[in-house]
């Protein structure tokens, strides 16, 4: 039997890894999660100029390599491409956190077919596309790895909130988490997902200016809160780190207890 030192188990020195959609939002948070645990990384999202704002930031605050590569992820080619360019730079992936989303705030009746399929090809097609190629990747390579997909509360719930595209969407990323790890255990490629409850984010800044929703939220969570961005880098890392080697097809809710009430 290995015996490790168990703070060793979440180390990630000599990983590789691609964190979509951190031109803002949570994405900083789970890109800076890997690079403390000692990763190198592409950072991935559509705005260049908070892109490569944040690589430089996460890149000076951890002191390893982070990279800029500006991908829409509803574009098969620009997801080909950035995986490419990760092969082509670090010679492997061993990480993906599927991370980029969109949301549209609008009553069900309401929704046009535009605004649900733009939802679709982002937050489900998207992460598809992403978990797909990477995972093509890991297999041709023979590296294992560990694919996150940033799923949501509203994956595994209904709520107040009218969005009926990010709830159904999310739902999906759910089962398709499931599904991706039993079909790719047999390559060593472990697939996860992190359900967030509320955190502060560019997509939530309009929840938070509405004293009703804010109530809503604190008294629907048993902790009372919202969550802060740092407190989803311990469950990033141990997913992402030989510390979860046998983890794969969970959803870890990480939403001050929104589930259990």
Known sequence: MIVMNV???FKLDGKFGIVTGVS???GVAFATALAEGGADLIIC???EDKLKANAKSISKATGRRILP???DVSKQQDVDEMVAYAEKTFGRIDILVNNAGIAVAKPAIEMTEQEWLAVVDVNLNGVFRCAQAVAKSMIKKKVGGSIINIDSIYGVHGDMVPAISYYSTKGGVANMTRALAVELAPYKIRVNAIAPGFF???MTSPMFQ???MIKHINGRT???RVGEPWELEGATLLLASKAGNYITGHILLVDGGWDAN
């Open 24 to 26: 803002s939002g949570l």
């Open 45 to 47: 999202a559509r705005r």
């Open 222 to 224: 048993p902790m009372g």
């Open 7 to 9: 703070l060793d188990l």
């Open 69 to 71: 590569y500006v991908c």
């Open 200 to 202: 502060p984010s560019e």
């Open 210 to 212: 509405n004293p009703d």
